[in-house]
């Protein structure tokens, strides 16, 4: 298991994009251990069991193939919350996928949803690896047929990022190079990177364009900014398609119900405004704190633009659709609408039907007050826009994945959770 925080000192990510405005108290945590390492038992045994089965070692497969009409994607890290969303779409619309990820942040639950969903040979392929392990990598890439690359894998905590630096620098900057390296050696031509509003810093001009000058203010958004730029470097001396993404705040969840985000039990207090709420829901933390009732917004607290991942990954397919050899396209995902935090706790206590306990305090120094997208280039060039613009029908969608499965995408054993 990875280490955790949890018994240091936390200090507050000042100006986080990802919600610091609203934390939670802390749990009482202890009467969890138990259940954790017989979790942490049942997973590794699993990923035993996987590495097993692995399709991986079976030579000469499919994959390793081109095959006209067939678009081949590596999506590395379709195990965690997005990009086991992208994968499905791109099952969905007939792409063979391979999913590379080590389940440090994913899910294997994730991966054996989508493997029933797609059973058929040649559909997907999961393999289990690190990205930091360059030689591993490249065996991927010589092994295998690729078309594109979607490239998630990535830790995404701005408070964790202001812990463990380095951590943010190693798995975004570092792995994305590493990755980038072995398309080159292995002549893939399209990327379609993830990226953040988090690179962005703090804009004086609302709303954000594509053009807002970036200054990030944490390892989180830097350690993207580096990736992005050694991207476009790369990009401008090479005949790679490029699409670089940079999303606002993700939330909502697959609209059937079969995918859901499910972060490590040790990470929750790393996490998004929605997972908060729906831990409060659910009776995991005590309640929601709100930092900040007296900005210039209408209500006094902060506004953020929501995402539904479902759009974010319609995005991601328009993109991968248009991206086009020695270009470069660099997009905002968001929905060009700012929602303040009192309206999406309303939401969420609308959508669990839990009358979350909510305790507002003073601002927190450095947050700002609005920040939100201007999606009209996407719109211009991708023919994309966001669909689900509904807060209340996205946090509905997530809560009825979030309470069917309490323990995540974990076994039963861990219900006690
Ligand atoms: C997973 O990958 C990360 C990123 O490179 C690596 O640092 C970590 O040790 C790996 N974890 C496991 C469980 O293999
Ligand atoms: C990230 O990088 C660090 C090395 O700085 C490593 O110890 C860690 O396991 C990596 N993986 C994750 C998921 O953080
Ligand atoms: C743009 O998207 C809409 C629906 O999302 C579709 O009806 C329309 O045909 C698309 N336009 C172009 C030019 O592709």
Request: glycine content about 8%; hydrophobic content about 35%.
């Amino acid at each position: 298991m990875l280490p955790t925080n949890r018994n240091r000192p936390q200090p507050r990510a000042s100006r986080s994009w990802s919600f610091s405005e609203m934390d939670f108290s802390d749990p009482k945590r202890k009467p969890r251990l138990l259940s954790k390492i017989l979790m942490g038992t049942f997973l590794t045994a699993m990923c035993i069991v996987m590495l097993i089965q692995s399709p991986c070692h079976s030579s000469p497969s499919v994959f390793s193939i081109h095959e006209p009409g067939v678009t081949h994607v590596l999506v590395t890290g379709g195990a965690g919350y997005i990009g086991s969303h992208a994968a499905l779409r791109l099952l969905k619309d007939s792409y063979r996928v391979t999913i590379v990820d080590n389940l440090s942040r994913g899910n294997i639950g994730a991966i054996k949803a989508l493997q029933n969903l797609f059973p058929e040979p040649g559909r997907l392929q999961f393999i289990y690896a690190d990205l930091g392990d360059a030689k591993t990598v490249n065996r991927i890439f010589a092994e295998n047929a690729f078309d594109a690359v979607m490239h998630f894998a990535a830790v995404a905590y701005v408070g964790e990022s202001t812990l463990e630096p380095l951590r943010y620098y190693h798995n975004i900057t570092s792995n994305t190079l590493v990755v980038l390296e072995a398309m080159a050696a292995h002549g893939v031509k399209t990327l379609i990177y993830s990226s953040t509003c988090a690179t962005y810093g703090e804009p004086e001009k609302m709303p954000i364009t594509e053009e807002t000058p970036q200054v990030p203010i944490n390892p989180y958004g830097k350690a993207k900014k580096m990736a992005e730029d050694i991207i476009l470097d790369f990009s401008t001396r090479s005949n790679m398609a490029v699409m670089i993404l940079r999303y606002f705040n993700v939330i909502g969840s697959d609209p059937e119900g079969r995918f859901g985000e499910a972060p490590r039990p040790e990470l929750r207090e790393h996490g998004r405004i929605s997972g908060a709420c729906f831990d409060a829901a659910l009776g995991i933390i005590p309640g929601l704190k709100v930092k900040g009732t007296d900005y210039e917004t209408p209500d006094g607290t902060c506004i953020r633009d929501y995402i539904d991942v479902t759009d974010l990954v319609d995005a991601h397919v328009k993109a991968l659709d248009k991206a086009e050899p020695g270009k470069v396209g660099i997009y905002n995902v968001g929905t060009g609408k700012g929602r303040s935090v009192k309206e999406f706790v309303e939401a969420c206590k609308k959508a669990t039907g839990v009358d979350i306990k909510v305790d507002y305090f003073p601002r927190r120094p450095g947050d700002y007050a609005e920040v939100y997208s201007d999606p009209t280039k996407i719109k211009r060039e991708l023919n994309w826009t966001a669909q689900r613009t509904d807060l209340l029908e996205s946090l509905q969608t997530a809560w009825r994945w979030q309470k069917s499965h309490r323990s995540g995408y974990g076994p039963p054993l861990a219900m006690v959770l």
